[in-house]
């Protein structure tokens, strides 16, 4: 596991834990990114496919593979990415040992011994430290509560989706939807007038998959449409949310979400944490 790094937001100075995320490498080796020592996180503001990848060489068979850049969204409303060391030289293959020389015809070979077994060793996984969760609001929009009878069930782990596309992002945050345990959800073919790309019995959502800052227009509007069908409204945003859209969904108490290119959403307000701990 990497090991966390104390990463500021260039925005708001405010200090985050950061670990960078693990890739599956085509050799079967986790990859993880090397962060840039002494690096400058930046601020995303114009966010170009090309420059959104960075190349990282496998540790173990020295392919060398292009994965997402790391990044998080602040509490700000800011997407921080934060800079990767340049790939090193692929290592070398090892010499092979030259054979040994040829005994003489007359030398007596010695017994071969019988091979001893050794125990495997076992290694214990690091665990994660649990982030701090910040002290919800008193949501007005129309939160799912946990079925009664006890705790909800703990989910298994979320398997995101690669974001590649526009349509990447719908897929990858309609999964997150079911995920939280969200039922029926459906993702919409065309860009619909209303807004809602995502609709299901319970939710509609919104995915802004551009490369600027969601608007306050777009927060409003969907927490109309939230307000109108009776359902939770939820935002993802790829390029983070301009501060006006992020101020006035804490007012409106409507979860925002943003999204890396890895496909996992992470939570950027009071409410989108008070989904995630009371959905089920």
Same mark, same amino acid.
């Given at each position: 596991?990497?090991?966390?790094?104390?990463?500021?937001?260039?925005?708001?100075?405010?200090?985050?834990?950061?670990?960078?995320?693990?890739?599956?490498?085509?050799? %079967?080796?986790?990859?993880?990114?090397?962060?840039?020592?002494? +690096?400058?996180?930046?601020?995303?503001?114009?966010?170009?496919?090309?420059?959104?990848?960075?190349? /990282?060489?496998?540790?173990?068979?020295?392919?060398?593979?292009? $994965?997402?850049?790391?990044?998080?969204?602040?509490?700000? +409303?800011?997407?921080? #990415? /934060?800079?990767?060391?340049?790939?090193? /030289?692929?290592?070398?293959?090892?010499?092979? *040992?030259?054979?040994?020389?040829?005994?003489?015809?007359?030398?007596?070979?010695?017994?071969?011994?019988?091979?001893? %077994?050794?125990?495997?060793?076992?290694?214990?996984?690091? +665990?994660?430290?649990?982030?701090?969760?910040?002290?919800?609001?008193?949501?007005?929009?129309?939160?799912?509560?946990?079925?009664?009878?006890?705790?909800?069930?703990?989910?298994?782990?979320? #398997?995101?989706?690669?974001?590649?596309?526009?349509?990447?992002?719908?897929?990858?945050?309609?999964?997150?939807?079911? $995920?939280? %345990?969200?039922?029926?959800? #459906?993702?919409? %073919?065309?860009?619909? *007038?209303?807004?809602?790309?995502? #609709?299901?019995?319970?939710?509609?959502?919104?995915?802004?998959?551009?490369?600027?800052?969601?608007?306050?227009?777009?927060?409003?509007?969907?927490?109309?449409?939230?307000?109108?069908?009776?359902?939770?409204?939820?935002?993802?945003?790829? *390029? +983070?949310?301009?501060?006006?859209?992020?101020?006035?969904?804490?007012?409106?108490?409507?979860?925002?979400?943003?999204?890396?290119?890895?496909?996992?959403?992470?939570?950027?307000?009071?409410?989108?944490?008070?989904?995630?701990?009371? /959905?089920?």
């Amino acid at each position: 596991m990497a090991e966390s790094v104390s990463v500021r937001c260039p925005t708001c100075r405010r200090e985050h834990t950061y670990a960078p995320p693990h890739y599956p490498c085509a050799c %079967g080796a986790p990859i993880s990114l090397p962060l840039l020592s002494g +690096g400058v996180p930046v601020r995303v503001e114009h966010r170009t496919w090309a420059g959104s990848w960075v190349p /990282v060489r496998c540790a173990s068979c020295g392919r060398l593979d292009e $994965w997402p850049q790391p990044e998080f969204g602040c509490a700000c +409303g800011t997407t921080v #990415r /934060v800079p990767v060391a340049a790939p090193g /030289v692929r290592p070398a293959a090892p010499r092979q *040992a030259a054979p040994p020389p040829a005994e003489p015809a007359h030398a007596e070979r010695p017994r071969a011994e019988e091979p001893r %077994g050794e125990e495997p060793r076992g290694g214990r996984p690091d +665990g994660d430290a649990s982030p701090s969760r910040r002290t919800p609001q008193p949501p007005r929009s129309r939160p799912r509560t946990p079925a009664a009878g006890g705790p909800p069930a703990r989910r298994p782990a979320f #398997r995101p989706v690669t974001i590649r596309t526009a349509q990447d992002a719908k897929t990858a945050s309609a999964q997150y939807l079911r $995920w939280l %345990g969200f039922a029926e959800v #459906r993702v919409a %073919g065309n860009r619909p *007038a209303s807004g809602v790309d995502l #609709r299901g019995p319970e939710v509609v959502a919104h995915v802004d998959p551009t490369t600027t800052p969601t608007t306050l227009r777009d927060i409003e509007t969907l927490w109309l449409n939230g307000l109108n069908e009776s359902a939770t409204a939820v935002c993802f945003s790829l *390029a +983070g949310y301009s501060r006006e859209a992020r101020h006035r969904a804490d007012e409106l108490s409507l979860a925002l979400f943003v999204l890396d290119l890895t496909g996992t959403p992470q939570p950027v307000n009071d409410p989108a944490d008070e989904l995630i701990r009371t /959905v089920a």
